[in-house]
Structure formats: structure tokens, C-alpha cells
């Protein structure tokens, strides 16, 4: 398996953990996600995330997932969420990972870091922890850990330590933090760091523009991330906007705070990829009215993308559209229906 660098670019999906409805680990939902992630074109496949149910696994639990996604995962990049309480299990899971193959891991910061040096001396030990060897991605996610990272904090973070890859960006707004890190980079203050995304896609069309490489977040549908990450390099604005934009009302209905991994599960279980929407408990799941919004918005996305005709709700609804992706005469792309062009 190739190890993580600066040079990570493009969609890995954050995967969500798989279980049956009696709370066990769903091993063959797992390989189904690794196959479906590869086969749409994925470049690497984030496991164990803030959204992966990780702490609801015990270790030898987590252990397993890894192996089996790595195993499967074939040439995908492979990162493990290796955040915990304390680094005595953070280097048990990092190690065990590297072990497997996986590519690096990800470390967010521990609730409770306040001042700069507290935030940058946290990392210096972690990384001292699971050994300076290993490639991780900083996780910046100060909605969900009220951890706050300036991007003077997260330059000295990166600087004090080589091993650090990535930086995954989960600021809200953020926009302009991607500005102020890029512009390090181009004065000479910041070593080459790559840059994904997440906070669920809600604002990869313009932190696309503003310099990032690519996506690591967790919508139900990865198809899209990669697409408007390819259409973005491309200096495609408006055909990435068009694409975004069709989906951004499925995208903001999965953001809300509680409710979005069950309505992600939900959509994946519909796609045929997971054999449950369940969530190990405590979890929460969707209300009858709910699964109905769900199924009306995919309903919507299809007029203008083929793509969420794949999936059948329940109720019945027919999702089938004529539509497609075509180039206008300028080589623009357009999202085509029925009911015209988007």
C-alpha cells in the first residue's frame, strides 16, 4: 500500500461503519463499500472517522474493520481515524493499521485544548506516540470538537512535524483559512501540505476554488465529490456549480446535526451497498416522515443526475429520468432531463 504524501489529491470517501440491525459488524457491507468506493472512482477511503461510529468499537472490533477494509481496498488509500481519549490506544490502532497496509492515519484534536501551545503541543506528543514513521492527516473540525485552529496554529503544527501529510479542513466558514494557508505556501512559510475537504461537501465547490485538492467527506453519493473535484481542476466553474447544485438540497438535508449519518446510511442502504441503514447504539434513525423527505429530495437530484435514479425507496417512487451529462456546443458540461437543461 503507497503511504500518504503532500501529494494526496482528488475524493476519498469517508466511510461509514457498517453493522446489522442486532449492532454486530456488517463484514460483508464492508467489502460491498471498499468495491463500490473503488468501482465509482475513489482515490482513498477515510475509515473510522468521527462519523464511522469509532468509539462504539471495542479495540479488537476496530482492528478487524481495518484489516478487512485494507485487505479488500486494492489500490485505494486507505486512512484509519486513530483519535482517542488517550495515545496509549491511539498507538495500538495506528501501529495495527500501518501493520495492515493501510496508507496513514488521521488524528483530530482531544475536546478541551484551548490555548495555541496546548493545540500544539497535544500533536507533538501524539506524533510522539505512535511513532514519528507514520503519515497522518490533521482533522480540523472545530464545530463538533470546539477545538479552534488558526492557520498560524495549524502552520506551526505542520512544520514542527514532518510526518504530517495532510490537513483535512472541516471549518465552518473556512474559506478563508484555505486562502491564509495557501498563502504560506506561496511565501515560504509553510512546507507542501495537501488539503482535503469535508463538513459533508456543504462548501467543496468554492473551497475547490480557493486552492484545496480534493474531498474527504462522506455524502452518499462520492460521485458527485469527484466530479466536481475534476471539473473544478479542469477550470470547468460553471459545470461544477451546475452539478453541485443540483444536489446541494440532498447535501444540506444530510448535514443536519444528529440525524446525517442515519439519512447517509439510509441512501447507501438504498443504493444496495449497505445491508442495513443501522447504526450501532446509542444512534438515532429516521422517522417514517423523514425516509419520506429522503426519498422526495433524491427524487429532485435525479431530474438533473441519472446517478440517485439508482436508488428505489420504499414508497414506490419511480426515480427514473431521461437525463444525462453533455457538452454545449462551448465544451461546457450540462446535466440534462426531461425538463431541460440545468
Keep these: 500500500m503507497t503511504r500518504l504524501t503532500h501529494e494526496a489529491a482528488g475524493t476519498f470517501a469517508i466511510a461509514p461503519t457498517p453493522f446489522h440491525d442486532d449492532g454486530r459488524v456488517d ?3 464492508i467489502d460491498r463499500l471498499a468495491d463500490f468506493y473503488t468501482e465509482v472512482g475513489c ?30 481496498a486494492g489500490s485505494l488509500q486507505v486512512v484509519v481515524g486513530v483519535s482517542a481519549p488517550g495515545f ?15 496508507a496513514g492515519v488521521m488524528i483530530a484534536p482531544t475536546p478541551g485544548l484551548r490555548t495555541d501551545d496546548q493545540i500544539t503541543a497535544y500533536f507533538s506528543q501524539a506524533v510522539e ?3 514519528a514513521d507514520i503519515p497522518w492527516v490533521l482533522q480540523d473540525y472545530p ?5 479552534v485552529m488558526t492557520p498560524a496554529v495549524i502552520r506551526r503544527i505542520v512544520m514542527d512535524n514532518p510526518s504530517c501529510a495532510m490537513l483535512k479542513h472541516e471549518d465552518w466558514p473556512g474559506l478563508e483559512k484555505i486562502t491564509a494557508l495557501r498563502g504560506f505556501q506561496k511565501d515560504g512559510s509553510l512546507r507542501p501540505l495537501s488539503i482535503l475537504t469535508g463538513n459533508g461537501a456543504t462548501f467543496l465547490d468554492f473551497e475547490m476554488e480557493r486552492g484545496a485538492d480534493g474531498a474527504m467527506t462522506g455524502y452518499a453519493f ?10 473544478s481542476k479542469e477550470g470547468r466553474r460553471d459545470a461544477a456549480h451546475d452539478l453541485f447544485d443540483a444536489h446541494l438540497p440532498m447535501i444540506r438535508y444530510e448535514q443536519q446535526p444528529g440525524v446525517g449519518l442515519a439519512v447517509r446510511k439510509y441512501v447507501l442502504h438504498r443504493r444496495g451497498v449497505l445491508g442495513s441503514p443501522a447504526q450501532r ?15 422526495y429530495l433524491l427524487s429532485r437530484v435525479a431530474r438533473f443526475d441519472k446517478r440517485a435514479s439508482m436508488t428505489r425507496p420504499a414508497s414506490g417512487v419511480d426515480l427514473t429520468f431521461d437525463t ?6 462551448k465544451g461546457e458540461c450540462q446535466i440534462q432531463s426531461s425538463t431541460g437543461n440545468l
Design 27 to 29: 463484514e460483508a457491507s
Design 43 to 72: 482515490d482513498g477511503v477515510t475509515i473510522l472517522g468521527i462519523l464511522g461510529e469509532a468509539p462504539k468499537l471495542d479495540g479488537a472490533e476496530a482492528e478487524a474493520i481495518v484489516r478487512r477494509f485494507v485487505k479488500r
Design 88 to 102: 496509549a490506544a491511539m498507538r495500538s490502532l495506528a501501529r495495527a493499521a500501518m501493520d495492515a497496509g493501510a
Design 129 to 131: 506516540a505512535i511513532g
Design 143 to 147: 464545530l463538533t470538537l470546539n477545538v
Design 222 to 231: 462520492p460521485e458527485l465529490l469527484i466530479d466536481v473535484v475534476r471539473l
Design 281 to 295: 447504539k446509542p444512534g438515532s434513525t429516521l422517522s417514517d416522515r423523514a425516509r419520506g423527505e429522503v426519498d
Design 324 to 329: 444525462h451529462i453533455a457538452a454545449n456546443p
